[in-house]
């Protein structure tokens, strides 16, 4: 099996019955070898630098109902809320000063929010803080609308692909939502000219390893220049709510195997990994991860955005949160930085 991930180090691809035969067999002493390549990697490409992102989670209505999510249309229980671009405007001027220079606007699919609207907000955030980077995270949207978020001043998009596995997609989904075009709109930003993030949960209902080995070659085709993973974790008013949450070693293993497979790829420990165990994030960092994404919604928002049970962070003012990972990161011997953070392939 050592072999297996020597050839991952080397050429960066696996056959399909590689890829299983890899996760199928990990035990704790692969596991070892295999984050220690991947540590080795990421040092490689990225020394010990940690990037962050401000989270500004401007909506929770959705017009989605997805079976794992909280905040899916069939959730009565959700209290919904909105930003306003004032309180969008106030996020980012509170996160430029405690050193963020990449702004992530996150929301379910509000109608509320037209292309237009959303226009206007990544242009003022722009003009104000034109050395930051606008990452979009507000799921699936036309050709039209990604184009022009881009040509308003968005540089990023995170759109998880979920499964890549279209039967899987479909456990997982209502009728009204198709892989295919999860699929495209991937596509979609990438050719009009977005730093582009896909991803998936660990451990969701249904995955099986040929599931996760179609994300891994999924992910290659695609090549994106993010990749956000994160263990399933069940939310007490879905139709999920008595399944079993996904762990944190297989996750920290598909992060490894992820480092390998794309060298220079932003790699989040994502809030989720450090929802299952309280030195999550830390822990996906010594995985070959090298972003976080720090809270920067208002704190009377935050309980509200909850996508899942037990989730972190919710209760702490940006600052403290921010402070809270510096710490992680140092007792790790990772430095959190001061900069875009870019992909290297962007210069
Ligand atoms: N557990 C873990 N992650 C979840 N997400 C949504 N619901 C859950 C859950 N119950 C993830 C999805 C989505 C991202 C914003 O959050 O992958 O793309
Ligand atoms: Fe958010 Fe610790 S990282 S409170």
Do not use: W
């Amino acid at each position: 099996m050592k072999q297996l991930i020597d050839k991952l180090y080397e050429t960066n691809n696996l056959s399909p019955e590689e890829y299983k035969e890899l996760i199928d067999n990990r035990n704790p002493e692969l596991a070892e070898y295999l984050l220690e390549k991947a540590r080795a990697v990421r040092i490689e490409n990225y020394g010990h630098d940690v990037y962050i992102r401000g989270l500004i989670e401007f909506t929770n209505h959705c017009r989605n109902d997805c079976y794992y999510c909280g905040i899916r249309k069939s959730n009565q229980n959700a209290e919904r809320y909105r930003l306003t671009k004032e309180q969008i405007l106030e996020c980012c001027s509170a996160g430029y000063d405690l050193g963020f220079r990449t702004f992530v606007l996150q929301g379910g699919e509000d109608g509320y929010f037209t292309d237009d609207k959303i226009i206007d907000i990544i242009r003022s955030i722009k003009t104000s803080y034109p050395d930051c980077a606008v990452t979009l995270s507000m799921g699936e949207k036309s050709y039209e609308g990604y184009r022009a978020f881009f040509d308003a001043g968005a540089d990023r998009y995170l759109l998880r692909h979920e499964t890549a596995d279209a039967e899987h997609y479909r456990k997982l989904h209502p009728e009204s939502l198709s892989p295919d075009n999860r699929k495209q709109c991937l596509y979609n930003l990438k050719n009009i000219g977005y730093q582009v993030g896909c991803g998936f949960m660990v451990g969701s209902p249904f995955q099986t390893t040929e599931c996760l080995v179609q994300d891994l070659l999924f992910i290659k085709e695609l090549n994106p220049h993010m990749v956000g993973i994160g263990p399933f974790i069940p939310h007490h008013g879905t139709p999920f709510a008595n399944k079993k949450a996904g762990t944190l070693e297989l996750t920290l293993f598909l992060l490894g195997i992820i480092r390998l497979m794309l060298p220079d790829v932003l790699l989040p420990a994502t809030t989720a990994l450090g929802t299952i165990h309280p030195k999550g994030r830390e822990l996906g960092i010594l995985a070959g991860a090298n972003v976080v994404m720090p809270n920067l919604s208002p704190v009377n928002v935050r309980h509200k955005y909850l996508l899942y049970d037990n989730k972190i962070c919710t209760g702490d003012e940006a600052a403290e949160c921010l402070c809270c990972m510096r710490n992680r990161m140092e007792s790790v011997g990772y430095h959190v930085t001061v900069s875009r953070g870019d992909h290297k392939s962007i210069l």
